[in-house]
Nanobody, 121 residues
Framework: QVQLVESGGGLVQAGGSLRLSCAASGSIVSINTMGWYRQAPGYERELVATITPGRIPNTANSVKGRFTISRDGAKNTVYLQMNMLKPEDTAVYYC???????????????WGQGTQVAVSS
């Protein structure tokens, strides 16, 4: 059993900043990729950014230059620093982790419950 707990969402004016955090806990052997996805009302869930040890982070074009993903491996935590926020960034942001769970042979895709980010114009 793995839990992903997100924090840091909220309401901010356009041009403002927020920092999301997501901590993974539970029966974790190792974590490969961690990242963030988002889903706005009426739209499908989309990738925001992912980070994998030893690789360059993968960031959506729509947020490049504004959002930065980082990770603390020792704490099994991933962060998303969001600057210059726009109204179109409004969405529920979901944490993602690809986890090898104790007793399992394959990695599992795990998701947080989501945190709301709202950007007013």
């Amino acid at each position: 059993q793995v839990q992903l707990v997100e924090s840091g969402g909220g309401l901010v004016q356009a041009g403002g900043s927020l920092r999301l955090s997501c901590a993974a806990s539970g029966s974790i052997v190792s974590i490969n990729t961690m990242g963030w996805y988002r889903q706005a009302p009426g739209y499908e869930r989309e990738l925001v950014a992912t980070i994998t040890p030893g690789r360059i982070p993968n960031t959506a074009n729509s947020v490049k230059g504004r959002f930065t993903i980082s990770r603390d491996g020792a704490k099994n935590t991933v962060y998303l620093q969001m600057n210059m926020l726009k109204p179109e960034d409004t969405a529920v942001y979901y944490c993602y982790a690809n986890v090898l769970i104790t007793g399992e042979r394959r990695q599992s895709d795990c998701w947080g419950q989501g945190t709301q980010v709202a950007v007013s114009s």
